[in-house]
């Protein structure tokens, strides 16, 4: 089926760094969005993005839909402990079809 | 207002026996999702419920997988024969309207198949 490339896989990160991931696909998407899972719950809508070119905040969070429509980026600014997670893109193309990125795991460094 | 509910939280079964999810979504909402999850991905659509009719179900493996949403609330999914390779975490998920895409998850099922 189709794919979403997340990158990276996983961060190890100190607190009060930057975090950038990002998710390209070969396939144009009408939406993008982002979440987040914590251990043992299921995902979070954290932003949602409707327009190529659109750049959306949500708090310490800000994310980007792709020029092109077939990528997305989102970045957390100076990083706290609970950022640490899976972050998860999924692409819409058609109005219920959601296609998944594997996640990036975000680690903090003790 | 309650979240999506889900029961069991961990399931150990033996391959070949069957097992049951259950569902309660958030009131009032009419869709219903189930997903998915193996270890390291995201999660896969299984099938999608717009009150108590199953209008997307092209993903369920229909040989061992059912699912039903009696009175359009609550959902029981079931796979029976498990298999090893069912061993995931099932996710469900509900929104309020139609093409609403940032539902709500539950906290899932843990799956494991020996």
């Known amino acids: 089926g189709q794919q979403l490339n997340q990158s990276p896989q996983s961060m190890f990160i100190q607190e009060g760094e930057d975090v950038s991931m990002n998710c390209t696909s070969s396939s144009i998407f009408n939406t993008w969005l982002w979440y987040k899972q914590d251990p043992g719950e299921g995902p979070v809508l954290l932003i949602a993005l409707y327009k190529a070119g659109e750049l959306t905040s949500n708090g310490r969070l800000t994310a980007q839909f792709g020029i092109t429509r077939k990528d997305s980026f989102l970045n957390i600014s100076a990083s706290i402990p609970s950022d640490v997670g899976i972050y998860f893109c999924a692409g819409l193309q058609l109005i219920y079809q959601l296609i998944w990125g594997a996640g990036t795991k975000l680690i903090i460094k003790p | 207002e309650a979240g999506v509910v889900q029961s069991p939280r961990y399931k150990i079964i033996e391959k070949k026996q069957p097992v049951a999810f259950w569902c309660n979504p958030i009131s009032g909402h009419n869709t219903l999702y189930w997903y998915r999850q193996n270890l390291g991905q995201g999660p896969e659509l299984l099938i999608r419920?717009?009150?108590?009719?199953?209008?997307?179900d092209s993903q369920l493996p229909k040989d061992r997988f059912s699912a039903e949403r009696l009175k359009g609330v609550d959902s029981t999914l079931k796979i029976q024969p498990a298999e090893l390779g069912d061993s995931a975490v099932y996710l469900c998920?509900?929104?309020?309207?139609?093409?609403?895409?940032?539902?709500?998850f539950g906290s899932g099922t843990r799956l494991t198949v020996v």
């Open positions: 998920a509900s929104s309020s309207r139609q093409g609403s895409y940032g539902y709500t």
């Open positions: 419920y717009e009150n108590e009719e199953a209008v997307d």
